[in-house]
């Protein structure tokens, strides 16, 4: 009995050995993001990447004390090449939402999200209701259909534009989809250049992305339009996309995150691209 139990406890110390050694810190790793979504990432004129997660994916990976690479990879395309192994981590301004959470895991958030409308300021949506106020769509149904009521009603028979594959347009599918046509684009930068070619009537997309956006010269004639969204399918924030059985990595990258916040420097990026709070 006694030489069984010993066969049983050194087999289990193998099997611990074995997992952990297959969980071991990885000291380089590449971390992809889009590319095409300022200020949280974008390729720059000189053809490198820049933005508030190019800053803060260099800072993590100096606090997990590991090599980085960072990549640009279309934003349809970076779940499935995560699962594929073409890569090792997201930061892409990726909402942690129950769907995502199916095929992948997530860090912990390192920023929160809220969405809004973009309009022409001289066009009929320019006023449209709710300008001012937060909509948590984690609410009591009934309370959240009372906040729309008034949105849903103005934006009837419009045109909205938002990217392929977001919480953006899951939230039209959600709450607009009977009132409104829907347009998905590859990019935000191609539905903002819809919007301003007048052939889609509003873009929904992040506030602090289309906040970016209306600092640019070329679109001094739109403006935010209607409530900010917050919550429900716009999910528990932004975090780095990680494969299910990378345990090890999630847990440097949460220790990071917390790190990042604590010193300050989540915030000290977020000031410098992108000129407000993101948590």
Not at 75 to 80: S, V
Not at 217 to 244: C, H, M, N, S, W
Not at 250 to 259: E, L, N
Request: with cysteine; charged share 25%.
């Amino acid at each position: 009995m006694i030489m069984k139990k010993m066969k049983l406890i050194t087999a289990a110390m193998l099997l611990a050995a074995t997992g952990a050694h297959a969980q071991s810190a990885p000291k380089e790793i590449t971390i992809a993001t889009e590319g095409a979504y300022e200020p949280w990432n974008f390729t720059g004129p000189d053809g490198k990447l820049a933005g508030f997660e190019v800053d803060l994916a260099n800072d993590l990976c100096a606090k997990m004390k590991i090599k980085c690479t960072i990549v640009a990879q279309d934003w349809d395309g970076l779940i499935p090449s995560l699962n594929a192994k073409k890569f090792d981590a997201i930061m892409a301004s990726m909402i942690v939402t129950p769907k995502r959470l199916e095929v992948i895991s997530f860090s912990k958030p390192y920023a929160s999200t809220a969405a809004t409308f973009m309009v022409q300021k001289d066009g009929p949506l320019a006023k449209l209701p709710g300008a001012g106020t937060t909509v948590d769509l984690n609410g009591e149904a009934a309370t959240v259909d009372a906040a729309l009521k008034p949105l849903r009603e103005a934006i009837k028979g419009s045109s909205v534009g938002a990217q392929v594959s977001t919480a953006n347009v899951a939230f039209l599918d959600k709450y607009l989809k009977d009132v409104v046509t829907t347009r998905e684009y590859k990019t935000t930068e191609q539905h903002d250049l819809d919007l301003q070619s007048g052939r889609i009537d509003a873009v929904v997309a992040q506030k602090t992305a289309l906040t970016a956006t209306l600092a640019k010269a070329e679109f001094k004639d739109y403006a935010l339009a209607g409530p900010t969204f917050t919550g429900g399918v716009f999910g528990q924030g932004i975090g780095v996309g990680l494969r299910k059985d990378d345990a090890t990595l999630k847990s440097m990258f949460d220790t990071a995150i917390d790190a990042a916040k604590a010193d300050g420097t989540i915030d000290k990026l977020a000031q410098k691209w992108i000129k407000t709070t993101v948590n």
